[in-house]
């Protein structure tokens, strides 16, 4: 799908969709809304009176053959209140009308920015909501629909005096978008498609196409470094685990600058181990990989977008598996930092391969740590599916995180991570164990779980499990895997630089 800016009025864009945003409110024709209103000798307006058109947030109508534009359609978008307008919504309207238009067999539109996005930030954010529009998770099913693509949007209206900024803007737009889409991919991938040794080199693919470093662990270097706590989840399969380490570095570091550590759980498939999973919606676990497609993702876009802040990735990869080697509950593993831990449930699997993951991110120099994970069932309790649960010591350093979260229009949320929940993970016979010994809390419990092993390390931990994968589609979004986080990482960099 091409994307360019056009310097035309918009009227004369001889293309098969014209779309424009309509504000719920009184002054909605006060703008351009009012100008293709003139043009069209107040047909708009009609609809507005016979209630078709109220500017509600996503509304869609469409109008054939507007008198006096080029374009062969008209397509309306509500764009809800005026006054509370974020440049999140602006994704979401980009994003709908792409959707609207391409089930309609549209190849072409031009996309109108409204009245005060206009600038690079308008610009890079239809850029994004376009992209993260046109993803599809429908690649194994062999009887296409009748092909419907996109092939160009024009983006129209912005304001070209700003030049190669708003060229930029785009740009940057679609490496982001690009990059979410690419992780967005994997994450959708079966598990018979995706196993650790799969992802890898699919990490390899990419890290060699962006000029990123790469090195992956086999099990064999897996075992000389003594992750232990990842060995044990990994025994019960067939398939052998792999960490995948990614490396970028900025041309001119600076000495003694920050090194941003992102850590992704990549579980390719959890069953729950010998503490199986029931068999309703297990097939989900095949998105259990998700943190570590989230930072595979991050990766691909900071090659391009250069921050002057090194990063390295670390993705623990491997199946939960129950087998005739398969860790039991109560077993007890050493963990690479040396502590004990007691496995008192095997699908608490997660918070065991980051405990290795994080400290070996440490290990090899980060002095800040970002990790992505589907962790836990409870974050969906204490959430649902709209906010990412996040957690972070210091305060601070997630208050800045979540700085960028919001800036970037993902819905995270605070979740507490006080010193009175570490009895929660006290062991009779080992340093801590897996899960909790008292009720509750099952969110705070995986991530100071993980957070044993971060020690004084600035981090934030991203529980994703409920957010990763939407299974309803959206007007703006398909079903299937979201993309979530990948955005607010990446403005959390280029701000860490
Ligand atoms: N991968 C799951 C968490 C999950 C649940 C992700 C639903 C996506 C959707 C994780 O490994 C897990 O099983 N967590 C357990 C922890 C419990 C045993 C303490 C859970 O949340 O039930
Ligand atoms: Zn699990
Ligand atoms: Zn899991």
Redesign the pocket.
């Known amino acids: 799908m091409q994307i360019q800016l056009d310097a035309q009025p918009y009227s004369t864009i001889a293309t098969d969709a014209l779309v424009v945003c309509a504000f719920e409110d009184d002054s909605r024709f006060e703008g351009v809304l009012g100008e293709v209103d003139q043009r069209m000798k107040g047909a708009l307006k009609k609809l507005v009176e016979s209630g078709e058109l109220s500017g509600k947030s996503l509304e869609t109508v469409l109008i054939h053959f507007p008198e006096g534009l080029a374009a062969q359609r008209l397509l309306v978008v509500g764009a809800g209140k005026k006054a509370k307008f974020v440049a999140a919504d602006l994704r979401k309207i980009a994003g709908t009308a792409l959707r609207y238009l391409k089930s309609r067999g549209v190849k072409k539109f031009a996309f109108l920015a409204p009245e005060g996005e206009r600038g690079t930030a308008g610009a890079q954010s239809v850029t994004e909501g376009l992209l993260w529009a046109d993803y599809e998770a429908d690649k194994y099913r062999t009887e296409k629909k009748p092909v419907r693509e996109i092939d160009s949007v024009a983006l129209a209206g912005f304001d070209m005096s700003l030049g190669d900024a708003l060229k930029t803007a785009v740009e940057e737009g679609r490496v982001i978008g690009e990059s979410a889409n690419f992780a967005r991919d994997l994450i959708n991938e079966p598990s018979n498609r995706l196993t650790p040794r799969m992802l890898a080199s699919r990490a390899e693919a990419m890290a060699k196409d962006v000029g990123l470093g790469i090195e992956v662990l086999d099990e064999r270097k897996i075992a000389e470094l003594k992750m232990g706590a990842l060995i044990g989840v990994a025994q019960g399969s067939h398939e052998p685990p792999r960490v995948i380490v990614l490396r970028y570095k900025p041309e001119n570091p600076k000495a003694g600058a920050p090194v941003l550590g992102l850590v992704g759980k990549s579980?390719t498939f959890?069953t729950?181990g010998i503490?199986l999973?029931p068999a309703d919606n297990m097939e989900?676990?095949k998105y259990?990989m998700g943190g570590g497609a989230t930072m595979l993702g991050v990766m691909r876009a900071l090659a391009f977008l250069k921050p002057s802040v090194p990063v390295i990735a670390v993705l623990p990869a491997t199946e939960n598996m129950p087998g005739g080697r398969a860790q039991k509950p109560g077993d007890v593993q050493v963990a690479m930092s040396g502590k004990t831990i007691e496995v008192i449930?095997t699908?608490?699997?997660?918070r065991l391969i980051l405990a290795d993951a994080v400290f070996y991110a440490r290990k090899l120099g980060a002095t800040h740590l970002i990790d992505a994970a589907?962790?836990?069932?409870?974050v969906?309790a204490a959430l649902g599916n709209v906010h990412v649960g996040a957690f972070g010591t210091p305060r601070e350093f997630l208050d800045d995180f979540l700085v960028s979260a919001k800036a970037q229009g993902e819905k995270m949320w605070p979740l507490p991570i006080d010193d009175e929940y570490e009895q929660f993970i006290k062991s009779d016979i080992a340093d801590i164990r897996n899960?909790g010994t008292g009720k509750g809390a099952?969110a705070t419990i995986?991530a100071w779980f993980i957070k044993e092993f971060v020690d004084d390390t600035p981090w934030v931990h991203l529980d994703i499990?409920?957010t990763c994968w939407i299974h309803d589609g959206k007007p703006w979004i398909a079903k299937g895997p979201s993309g979530v986080a990948i955005r607010s990482i990446i403005d959390f960099a280029r701000k860490l630089s």
């Open positions: 579980v959890d729950g503490s999973k989900d676990m259990d449930n699908d608490a699997e997660g589907t962790l836990t069932g409870a969906r899960t099952g995986g499990a409920a």
